[in-house]
């Protein structure tokens, strides 16, 4: 079960914020909001569902119900010369050549994530290549691309300003970009969801104890585990505490479109998911960052679209959600 990154040796011996420098109240709080999680969210299970089959699974139907939903109309990939920054296992890679890419150029930072999505492309008999770089300083000329996309990547991006525009200049004249994403205030921004599963945990509780909790939570399990299982926890429990200090940053809805502002581009498709007793929610600026589930925008170098165009998209796939919702409900 190798279907975790290993974190850089540094990381792994880095120690943890301690406990000691949170005051006592502090404590006493973080304790008692986690024990109250535990108790109506349960303990979610690191290993469960943790195999890179069902992990690339997961990924894949991600992004097809982002495509289609928000994306397809939009968007045309057939034919076209794609870029994919932020690649991870390689579903949506490979999904994107499916749907009829010419040719998938997939970018990611991490070694291991750029190993097997290879390998996924050539399982699946996609036409693609892959390119170990950062997404500050991607090593391609202007306007090679026809569409560049970056999935659940813009949150983990050191420079997210420099990432826009390098994606936006090697966008040709005519493409998109388009990037989905979920906001560090948002329900599960923290990216503990393996070990917490407490919304807005790391909102509430101060962070020394989130990772104690972390670490606690992999010892408690290794305990009971076979060796494979235990070695597999103690990799998991790792990256995600090396992910949650160095990899997430505290991105906002507002911050990302400052980002784009700053880049040069314009915004001609907008999309905000989210629970729908919060719906109402999402067109305020504090609250949006907090109920979102997911952001899904596209992007182009031309003429910026009226705000009123933007909440109309908006609208009418919250009907069509509405719709959707009902069909399900009455069985048609």
């Known amino acids: ?33 986690l024990a109250l999680g535990e108790r109506l969210w349960g303990k979610p299970h690191p290993l469960a569902g943790r195999d890179l089959e069902t992990l690339r699974t997961t990924e894949t139907l991600h992004f097809r119900s982002a495509w289609n939903a928000y994306l397809a109309p939009v968007v045309a990939i057939r034919g076209a010369l794609v870029l994919d920054v932020g690649c991870g296992r390689g579903g949506k890679t490979a ?33 693609g290549a892959v390119v170990l770089a950062d997404a500050a300083r991607l090593p391609f000329r202007e306007g090679a691309f026809d ?23 090697v966008m040709s004249t005519n493409g998109k970009l388009c990037i989905g994403f979920a906001p560090y205030p948002s329900a599960q921004g923290s990216h503990l ?51 949650f200090k160095h990899c997430l940053l505290p991105l906002t809805l507002k911050g990302f ?5 700053q880049a040069g581009l314009h915004t001609i498709r907008r999309i905000r998911t989210g629970p729908w007793r919060f719906r109402p929610l999402l067109y305020l600026p504090w609250w949006s960052d907090r109920v979102i589930g997911e952001q899904v925008t596209v ?26 919702g009902l069909k399900r409900r009455i069985g048609i």
């Open 1 to 33: 079960m190798n279907a975790v990154p290993s974190p850089p040796a540094w990381a792994e011996r880095e120690p943890d914020p301690p406990v000691s420098s949170v005051p006592l109240a502090g404590r006493l709080w973080g304790r008692l909001i």
């Open 95 to 127: 999904e994107l050549g499916r749907l009829g890419a010419r040719l998938v150029i997939a970018v990611d930072r991490e070694e291991a994530m750029l190993r097997t999505t290879r390998d996924h492309l050539k399982a699946s008999g996609v036409r």
């Open 147 to 169: 569409v560049v996309l970056s999935q659940d990547t813009a949150e983990h991006l050191e420079d997210l300003p420099a990432a826009v525009a390098e994606m936006g200049r």
């Open 193 to 243: 969801g393996n070990f917490v599963a407490l919304p807005w945990c790391h909102l509430l509780v101060p962070h020394p104890l989130l990772l104690e909790r972390v670490r606690q939570r992999a010892k408690d399990l290794a305990e009971t585990s076979s060796p494979e299982e235990a070695a597999a926890l103690r990799q998991v429990e790792a990256w995600e505490r090396y992910h």
């Open 257 to 261: 479109e400052r980002a784009i502002r």
């Open 299 to 324: 992007h182009v170098k031309g003429p910026a679209r009226p705000t009123a165009v933007l909440l109309r998209a908006q609208a009418t796939d919250d009907l069509r959600r509405i719709w959707l």
